[in-house]
């Protein structure tokens, strides 16, 4: 796959998600708007701090902190 051919595929997609979040808030009116709780799920041991990326390298996996 091309460079451009990402690019087109990306900037398709989204304008079709535009349009199918435009139809839905007009069929649903306010009701689209409603807040849902997320779920999260641990799935890697960190120091403790404040863990903020995860980067892949050939030595291992190295964890950002975030500052406070």
Known sequence: MTKREFLA??????LALAQFSAES????GSQAR???KAKTTKLFKSPPGF?????V???G???AEQKL
């Open 57 to 59: 390298t050939s030595e």
């Open 61 to 63: 996996l190295w964890i």
């Open 34 to 36: 409603r807040a849902r």
């Open 9 to 14: 595929s990306a900037v398709g997609s989204s």
């Open 25 to 28: 808030l007009r069929r649903n």
């Open 51 to 55: 863990p903020n990326a995860v980067a």
